[in-house]
């Protein structure tokens, strides 16, 4: 390479400006480009797609973080500032380096999107991601949570429905890709080591048979299961009187359904150590170049169940519990995973039958939060069979919480003569509300009127009320003052203050006799204060008599 680069480089320095450049240089002259290139498209890091559905805001970040947990990392990797999360909006969406065990090199970008909710909807949003070039590089999981393993069936039914909604729609090239990628999972030979990826397969040429129930109802994308928070198993024991029976079954059932599908199921706990990294990165075909690792399935331990895909099998499903019937199982979840027909547009009133009448027909009340809506029974289906065996605590709890139904995501806008006739016929009740105020006015009186002088009706059995109290006292100043008596005193006041108030005929009639009356003791009280002047002054005349007839006397006696 050296050589020719020299002689490229030689080449181009003879050509001068005036010369003309030999046809036979041209192919030459683009060499370093070509160099370059190769050089960054071999330094480009591959990108990988992970679609969580289910869970919510909480549940889904616990999950990126188990995914994102390894012990082993340094400790200036764990300082790295991890990437912020999006997922409290309609579809969410993070990223994740993933590193090799050296934690030196990064494999590969992982492109997170997260959406919570199954409805029809947001399928909108999850199409466009779902490319000729992308299919192949996108592993789904599914999220479910332990604090409502009664609701798993139903969830997981409603997920399929979805997935099954967008691959219909996709374009055919894009349903090719997808055709193709499913048949390269089932190719992979059962048994060998489970590195991941259908590229993980030495020969090719090896077709093993499928076994029954595999694979009857691909999806067109590879499917993981991750039943999230096993520390929850132990409140079930406790709070919901679950034994072996019931974990045993819904292991059972999980593993019948996912079987048909080619899907991988794990328990995992961001508490408790798993193998959830391993079994997403191989999933999605990223492999150290250091540390080969394999995953290695677990049905015995509760916490920490693994079943790798392409691993399971009818029969060691029937090894885990006897009496499960697999076969019944398998054949109904087909049934339950139909998509049901949409809802046509209703007929007119005049093609209901007689006995319905659409107006005066009431809709059912929402139904509660937690009281999920019981489908009706299909023939042959399998949804009730799960709902029987695990049952949910709070269907049939009463709830003190009225009812609250779901907002509807879809929403019907009114056309524009529609909003004005409904805006006129309010305006038109505006206007003639307020072209009556003396009818109002005059019932606002009468209601005020009315209202001013309430009457309290008698309570019942005051006298015993009484009795048991007794009359009320406190202390005034030091002077015990009787609230009962007080009261009384007040209210006939008022009453008299009502009866004769001032600028009637009686009060002023009342207020002269009061006057009269106190002028007529200020009378008295000044005679009364002379009359004891005089006593006293003719008691000091009459003394001196006495006093001169003392002295006479005494003079007397003298003589």
């Known amino acids: 390479m050296y050589g020719s680069g ?14 003309r450049p030999q046809s036979k240089g041209e192919p030459e002259r683009n060499l370093w480009s070509s160099l370059l290139n190769g050089v960054a498209s071999g330094k480009k890091l591959p990108e990988k797609n992970l679609l969580v559905l289910g869970g919510n805001v909480e549940l889904q970040r616990e999950f990126l973080e188990t995914l994102e947990s390894d012990t082993s990392r340094r400790p200036q990797d764990r300082r790295r500032k991890k990437p912020p999360v999006a997922n409290e909006f309609a579809l969410g969406y993070t990223y994740q380096d993933v590193l090799d065990a050296d934690h030196d090199d990064i494999l590969a970008r992982l492109s997170i999107y997260l959406l919570a909710d199954s409805s029809p909807t947001f399928s909108a949003l999850v199409k466009p991601l779902l490319t000729k070039k992308t299919i192949s590089e996108t592993l789904v999981v599914i999220l479910l949570d332990w604090a409502d393993p009664w609701s798993w069936a139903r969830q997981l039914r409603d997920w399929v429905r979805f997935l099954r909604g967008i691959l219909v729609s996709l374009e055919d090239d894009c349903q090719v890709t997808a055709e193709e990628t499913m048949k390269e999972w089932q190719q992979r030979r059962r048994g060998a080591p489970y590195e991941g990826g259908p590229a993980a397969t030495n020969d090719s040429s090896i077709n093993v048979p499928l076994g029954q129930g595999e694979w009857d109802e691909p999806l067109g994308l590879p499917i993981c299961v991750a039943c999230h928070g096993t520390e929850k198993i132990e409140a079930l024991e406790k709070d919901h009187g679950w034994r072996e029976e019931e974990f045993d079954f819904a292991l059972q ?5 996912l079987l048909k599908h080619g899907s991988s199921l794990i ?8 193998s959830l990294p391993n079994l997403i990165h191989s999933s999605l075909g990223i492999h150290s170049l250091l540390k080969r690792q394999t995953l290695k399935h677990n049905v015995i331990d509760r916490e920490k169940v693994l079943i790798p895909p392409n691993w399971d099998s009818w029969g060691k499903i029937h090894v885990l ?44 009340p929402p139904p509660h939060p937690l009281h999920r809506p019981s ?11 799960y709902e029987e065996n695990i049952l949910n605590p709070y269907k049939d709890r009463p709830s003190t919480f009225p009812p609250i139904g779901k907002v509807p995501l879809d929403t019907t806008a009114p056309t524009m003569q529609e909003f004005l006739k409904s805006a006129q016929e309010q305006m038109q009740k505006l206007a003639e509300a307020e072209s009556q105020p003396q009818s109002t006015s005059t019932a606002f009186t009468t209601t005020a009127t009315n209202t001013s002088t309430p009457t309290r009706p008698p309570t019942k059995d005051g006298g015993r009320v009484n009795e048991h109290i007794g009359p009320v006292q406190f202390n005034m100043g030091g002077i015990q003052v009787d609230a009962d008596e007080m009261v009384r005193k007040l209210k006939e006041r008022g009453e008299k203050k009502k009866d004769y108030g001032p600028g009637t005929p009686e009060g002023m009639k009342k207020e002269t006799q009061e006057l009269e009356q106190f002028f007529k003791g200020l009378i008295d009280k000044t005679k009364g204060r002379g009359s004891p002047r005089v006593g006293s002054g003719a008691q000091k005349t009459g003394e001196q008599p006495g006093a001169a007839g003392g002295g006479g006397g005494g003079g007397g006696q003298a003589g």
């Open 6 to 19: 020299m002689k490229a480089r030689t080449r181009v320095s003879n050509i001068g400006p005036g010369s």
């Open 253 to 257: 059932y999980l593993r019948t359904i």
């Open 267 to 274: 328990y995992t706990s961001l508490s408790v150590p798993n």
């Open 321 to 364: 519990r006897e009496g499960f019937d697999v076969e019944g199982i398998s054949g109904g979840w087909s049934i339950d995973i139909e998509i049901p027909p949409s809802p046509s547009k209703k007929p007119p009133s005049s093609q209901l039958p007689e006995e319905e009448d659409p107006e005066s027909s009431t809709p059912p």
């Open 375 to 385: 489908s009706p029974k299909v023939d042959g289906s399998v949804l009730h069979a």
